[in-house]
């Protein structure tokens, strides 16, 4: 399996948590950051620890996501015709002590596991959410890693 990062499009941002005496400030997205596509929506998902969510794959909205709290392991799957890396698998946990931004771009299969107790997982979307613009498998549909 392939460093997450290591999948076509697929980037890893490295980002800042700047400690304040009164509660600290996590970077999470500049409009001058690699990755930023535009923005239409923010919102933050629950994970519920052992539970895995996925598989999804959007077909035009670009994800930006963020762990703000816990532990979330993070597998994308390219099947992408004529990409560099169809049929590779990548992989990653993220939390405060691995602090990075997520970007997946359309057409990636993504799924992901809540690893500690309370995981909040914020994504930046380029687009606002419809719910004919993703699709959706079964987590078994898509064989070697869960």
Partial sequence: MKKIDEIDGVLLTPLKIIPVNKGNVFHAMKNSDPGFSGFAEAYFSLVNQGVIKGWKKHLEMTMNLVVIKGEIKFVAYDDREGSITINSFGAISL????Y?????PPKLWVSFQGLAEENVLLNLANLTHEPDESVNLDLNAI???W
Avoid: A, M
């Fill in 95 to 98: 939390s405060r002590n691995n």
């Fill in 143 to 145: 064989e070697g890693i």
């Fill in 100 to 104: 990075f931004r997520l970007t997946i």
